[in-house]
């Protein structure tokens, strides 16, 4: 993908729907406020898919309740489940 210009580089970011309004939207926010030289593109879409469309290189991070293992596949902890016992 073509950077646009005025930006140093393009973030392609995935979510699952139902993660977009909880965690993305604010996110989105605030990365746009303090690095806005870097250009977002943001999809949002059903896990399995966002797990292929990072392998092809088509969304640099995906956001999902529980990622496919994959020997490639980087994961990390954004958050945990409050517990409220």
Do not use: F
């Amino acid at each position: 993908m073509a950077v646009p210009e005025g930006h140093r580089a393009v973030l392609t970011i995935g979510s699952e729907v139902s993660l977009w309004e909880p965690l993305l939207v604010d996110w989105v926010r605030r990365m746009r406020h303090s690095h806005p030289d870097i250009a977002l593109r943001v999809h949002v879409d059903v896990p399995h898919d966002l797990i292929a469309h990072v392998a092809a290189g088509l969304v640099d991070i995906a956001v999902v309740y529980a990622p496919q293992h994959r020997p490639w596949l980087e994961i990390n902890l954004l958050k945990r489940k409050s517990s409220y016992w």
